[in-house]
């Protein structure tokens, strides 16, 4: 079992830079493949961007690649998310997510296939 809890959220200007982390509890935290998603108000959560157990793997939703990097420290038990010229649709609620063993990304690209959530930490975007 994991326990995920986000950090790093707040008041960005588009075109500036923000990284959320996500800390791990448990032993196991390598053994999980992690995801981002976010959840705008009134809008379903969508993937961000998902990193395999080992870290080798990376996938991107489009509309953000090129501009936000998804890494994590095994050793440190910690995910992180680096967001770059983020935009005001960029606003959302990010949870990270975890889910044991590594998949293809039509797997991790769908909320339904993981299994701990963190509480969400809140991005908003300013023009």
């Known amino acids: 079992q994991v326990q995920l809890v986000e950090s790093g959220g707040g008041s960005v200007q588009a075109g500036g830079s923000l990284r959320l982390s996500c800390a791990a509890s448990?032993?196991?935290?390598?053994?999980?493949?992690m995801g981002w998603f976010r959840q705008a108000p009134g809008k379903e959560r969508e993937f961000v961007a998902a990193i395999s157990a080992s870290g080798g793997n990376t996938y991107y939703a489009d509309s953000v690649k090129d501009r936000f990097t998804i890494s994590r420290d095994n050793a440190k038990n910690t995910l992180y998310l680096q967001m770059n010229s983020p935009k005001p649709e960029d606003t959302a609620v990010y949870y990270c997510?975890?889910?044991?063993?590594?998949?293809?990304?039509?797997?991790?690209?769908?909320?339904?296939?993981?299994?701990?959530w963190g509480q969400g930490t809140q991005v908003t975007v300013s023009s």
């Open positions: 997510a975890a889910r044991f063993t590594t998949s293809s990304v039509s797997v991790l690209e769908i909320p339904l296939n993981y299994g701990y």
């Open positions: 448990g032993r196991t935290f390598s053994s999980y493949a």
